[in-house]
């Protein structure tokens, strides 16, 4: 897909998202974020945006909501004319100690790592169906879901079985949407390290990586990047970016 001139929907841009926003302003794309509490810095984000010379909005919305979610796409793609791909990256980490868990605890996750990319992902699934074919593409999705959900670790329960409901979405998806809108995830591990976390779990990660470091935004962006302006011949796969996680720590 072309991008210049396009208009991407990005949920969830605080860190690795307004790095990725900023990239595809520089490639002449249309950038639209939405925010449930992170109005200030994601509104700074879109002025950054618009300095590129291109259109940005910014929305909120608690996607967990499907009016709201329908709200957002709808106008996004009044504002800026188009909706030609979602970048469904918002998301709740939280660690929930299995003798600790609630219900509440799985319908929290359920509800900000499953039910809200759902609800907007069908929202501009439902948009991009009505635009034009161009070059046999109607518009793209790209889901973030997690290296671990093939290989789990302790207390993070709800929040896996959560983000396996999106590896089985972005596959069903795909199958949905085709021929003319492709569906695919991204697996990332630690990228960016959220600021709460100490040096000594910090370290920790980065060790248990065969790579022996942290992921940066660009990684999971370049990715991204790739799929949506680099190939149009892949759809329902899932990309680990995980400095090689997943092969265990006995491959370092």
Same mark, same amino acid.
Do not use: C, W
């Given at each position: 897909m072309n991008l210049?001139?396009?208009?991407?929907?990005?949920?969830?841009?605080?860190?690795?998202?307004?790095?990725?926003?900023?990239?595809?302003?520089? /490639?002449? $794309?249309? #950038? +639209?974020?939405?925010?449930?509490?992170?109005?200030?810095?994601?509104?700074? &984000? *879109?002025?950054?945006?618009?300095?590129?010379?291109? /259109?940005? $909005?910014? #929305? +909120?919305?608690?996607?967990?909501?499907?009016?709201?979610?329908?709200?957002? &796409? *709808?106008?996004?793609?009044?504002?800026?004319?188009?909706?030609?791909?979602? #970048?469904?990256?918002?998301s709740e980490f939280h660690s929930t100690q299995f003798e600790e868990l609630k219900p509440s605890d799985f319908d929290d996750a359920i509800a900000s790592n499953l039910r809200a990319p759902y609800f907007v992902a069908v929202?501009?699934?439902?948009?991009?169906?009505?635009?034009?074919?161009?070059?046999?593409?109607?518009?793209?999705?790209?889901?973030?879901?997690d290296w671990a959900t093939e290989r789990p670790y302790r207390g993070f329960l709800p929040y896996f079985i959560a983000k396996g409901g999106v590896v089985t979405m972005t596959r069903a998806l795909a199958v949905e949407l085709a021929p003319t809108?492709?569906?695919?995830?991204?697996?990332?591990?630690?990228?960016?390290?959220?600021?709460?976390?100490?040096?000594?779990?910090?370290?920790e990660i980065r060790q248990a990586a065969p790579l022996k470091r942290l992921g940066t935004p660009a990684d999971a962006n370049n990715l991204v990047l790739y799929l949506l302006e680099g190939t149009d011949f892949a759809t329902g796969a899932v990309y680990r970016v995980d400095g090689g996680r997943f092969l265990g720590t006995d491959a370092g």
């Open positions: 210049k001139g396009k208009t991407v929907l990005i949920t969830g841009g605080r860190r690795v998202g307004a790095q990725l926003a900023l990239e595809l302003a520089r /490639r002449g $794309v249309n #950038v +639209a974020l939405s925010y449930f509490k992170s109005r200030e810095r994601i509104e700074e &984000v *879109a002025g950054e945006v618009r300095k590129q010379g291109v /259109r940005a $909005v910014a #929305v +909120a919305a608690d996607l967990r909501d499907p009016a709201q979610a329908e709200s957002l &796409v *709808a106008r996004v793609a009044t504002e800026l004319g188009s909706l030609d791909a979602l #970048v469904n990256m918002a929202a501009a699934a439902r948009v991009m169906r009505r635009q034009p074919i161009v070059d046999g593409l109607q518009g793209k999705i790209v889901n973030f879901a809108i492709t569906v695919n995830a991204i697996a990332p591990a630690m990228i960016d390290p959220p600021p709460h976390l100490s040096a000594d779990e910090i370290e």
